[in-house]
């Protein structure tokens, strides 16, 4: 095995290709519900701040109980956990499904299940990204999260494209249905995979409270897992404020009608994936920590770009550049941390990384949703792009772990 394996390279092992298309699957039918929910907000209320909590409602339950969801993850038997997981989602789709159909959508509803749908993902993720390294490891491991990540894109892509096209036609009640089916590919997959055995013989059956404790010291006293923390706050909150305002750009500012508003959100995974593919190559050209790095700055300029030139072509391409950026940061930070963490530490401490992941998210919407709210969206993506200015400097001052950068 070489030591830089190709981008596509764990998809050779069945296991890992039978998720993957699984998980594609529902990562459409998810996405088609994420752009519906969003379209359907924003003609329930014309007020910023409720598109950003609908944001934040879906995030949130990442920062509050990803941790609780990492221990458990660690203590039960993580296929079986994930599939109940699936089944909570699911329920949560049905009901918005069955609320559409009667025509009871209001902007409060929304929230809620949004928030129920956003606690499903979070008591989902830890184990999720904790069975990848059971099922790849080695040098396939950086490509096949990057391979998830630029899977969850795809579908970002299609998703919303053909979620739109529905939802002219039929109704945002096709698309709460739709995701509520695509919810048994993922469970029936994980029914046909073969855990193996030395992988859940790896977990520790501690107590919940000594498996908390020790979770805690872990992570205190990993001087690499807070830098790589650190560098994610740096650049998440700043980053977030595009992604978090795209609903209120594509329907106010540019004034896009239901297919164009899918097409705007498509192309954010259109450059997630295209990043994706070419992470290796990038990788290995600069280094984890410098492409990190250069991410960083390019979504600073671009964004200050897109305020200042608020037109659709010019929004398509920052939109897309970003996707690539945000790509690249997250599969190398979340390579970086499953390196580190051994395999009974693996949910909790993904589950660390996922609550400062999402935390940060849930702060940037808020504040960039509240300052939109109160002066204007451009005013917000300039605050945030010359935010994120300094912070890339900041950043680029603390060293990731198999970084290529001299120390300091």
């Known amino acids: 095995m070489t030591a830089h394996p190709s981008a596509f390279a ?29 379209w359907e907000m924003t003609g329930l209320t014309t ?34 956990y994930i599939i109940v997981c699936q089944f909570w989602m699911m329920g949560v789709a049905g009901v918005l499904a069955v609320l559409a159909f009667f025509g009871q959508l209001s902007a409060i509803n929304l929230v809620v ?28 491991l950086r490509p096949a999260i990057a391979l998830n990540s ?11 494209v053909v979620g739109q096209i529905l939802l002219g036609l039929v109704g945002v009640f096709l698309l709460f249905a739709i995701n509520t089916v695509t919810y048994i590919g993922v469970i029936f997959a994980l029914r046909a995979w073969k855990r193996p055995a030395e992988a859940h013989a790896s977990q520790r059956r501690e107590g919940f409270l000594e498996a908390a404790h020790t979770g805690i010291a872990f992570v205190r006293g990993s001087a690499e897992l807070k830098a790589i923390f650190a560098r ?13 305002l795209l609903p209120v750009i594509g329907r106010f500012e ?23 593919l070419s992470m290796p190559m990038v990788n290995r050209l600069l280094g984890a920590d410098r492409a990190n790095i250069w991410a960083m700055g390019i979504t600073a300029v671009a964004t200050l770009v897109a305020a200042l030139d608020m037109t659709p072509l010019v929004v398509g391409i920052v939109v897309a550049l970003n996707g690539a950026c945000w790509m690249t940061v997250i599969a190398n930070n979340g390579a970086a ?49 010359l935010a994120l200015a300094p912070l890339t400097v900041l950043a680029a001052l603390i060293r990731l772990p198999g970084s290529s950068m001299p120390r300091s």
């Open 254 to 276: 540019l004034k896009l009608d239901e297919f164009t508003f899918g097409i705007l959100y498509a192309v954010f995974g259109v450059g997630a994936v295209a990043g994706a």
């Open 150 to 160: 630029a899977g969850f894109n795809l579908a970002r892509t299609i998703g919303p």
């Open 232 to 244: 994610g706050l740096c650049f998440f909150v700043p980053g977030i404020a595009m992604g978090t």
């Open 113 to 140: 299940l949004s928030f129920c749908m956003g606690l499903g993902n979070a008591m989902n993720a830890p184990a999720w990204h904790a069975v990848v390294p059971e099922i790849v490891s080695g040098p396939q």
């Open 10 to 38: 764990p998809l050779a092992n069945r296991a890992f290709l039978g998720l993957w298309i699984a998980n594609l699957l529902s990562n459409i039918g998810g996405w088609m519900q994420t752009t519906g929910a969003a």
């Open 337 to 385: 941390v499953q390196m580190i963490l051994p395999n009974f530490m693996r949910a909790r401490g993904m589950a660390v990384h996922q609550m400062v992941f999402f935390g940060a998210m849930v702060a940037g919407s808020l504040l960039w949703g509240k300052v939109a709210d109160l002066w204007s969206v451009q005013a917000a993506l300039i605050a945030s792009s």
């Open 47 to 80: 007020e910023p701040i409720y598109v950003a909590l609908l944001a934040a409602a879906g995030t949130l339950p990442m920062f509050l109980f990803c941790f609780l969801a990492g221990i458990l993850a660690d203590r039960f038997e993580r296929r079986r």
